[in-house]
């Protein structure tokens, strides 16, 4: 079975794969809301549901939790996606106003883990969207490429042409990792228009998920290694980025969107 389910405290059941967390529900229940709705690879009456940020604006809170300088990491990764990608495409915005109120609106929350981790929920959730991070396992890369998770971006060798580009190693794999490169991404994306991209910010190493030292995944190319990539976006990571947020769809930030019900909170 790919992955395995988790329920968290509101009663919301998650398909978790690796670092991935998909909302999961019933196939029967209204998929209105989603951007993307992904058959459930381990029960065909459920489905995972994708959604992105309307608008391209992501709001965020930051656990009081981590270290100022931890928190100003988390600050400056997002802040490289966004010049990365371009505030014409996405914006993160604090969710919090000027006058000190919190949104009631559904906002990324970046919490610190309990252990050693580094995960999160893939798109926006219906309530809150967590991405979870420990100081000492979760350097400025890899925050990247969690929040990456969370506006909706797959692993890159969950591509369906992945094996067009890669060779999988199975037998040098724990059997229990196996599901990790399950293929995911089989919903309508945009991003699929683009090139496979083996250097990806979101694309594992040949040695991740090694159960002997030997290599998990080799190019298909030319059989090398493929170097792991958890220091910055390439050209292609941003391009997929502006394919899920095309401009067209950015709207102008303001602060009414923090509390599209006429309620905040203090």
Known sequence: MPGHIETDDDGTEYLVIDDMMFPRSPISQSSSQADQVIADPN???????????????IFYNIDPAFSLDYSN???????????????????????KTSSGTICRKGYLFVKRASKRQCRAQVGMSVK?????LHPDACPFGTIQ???????GRYHEQCRPDRDKYVTLLPQNMAA????NYYIT??????SLKLTYDSASIMHYGSCHFSCNGA???IKKSDGSKIEPNRQSMTKLDVDKMRALYPK?????????MCAEDGVVEK
């Open 43 to 57: 029960n065909p009456n459920y489905k995972l549901d994708l959604k992105f940020w309307p608008g391209g604006i």
């Open 73 to 95: 990491e988390i600050l400056n990764a997002m802040q490289k996606i966004e010049e990365n990608v371009g505030k014409n495409h996405l914006e993160f915005k604090r969710a």
């Open 128 to 132: 809150h969207t967590y991405v979870w």
């Open 145 to 151: 490429h969690e929040i990456l998770h969370a506006l």
């Open 176 to 179: 229990y990792e196996c599901a």
């Open 185 to 190: 991404m089989d919903g309508p994306d945009p």
């Open 215 to 217: 290599y998990t995944m």
């Open 248 to 256: 067209e769809f950015k709207v102008p930030y303001s602060e009414s």
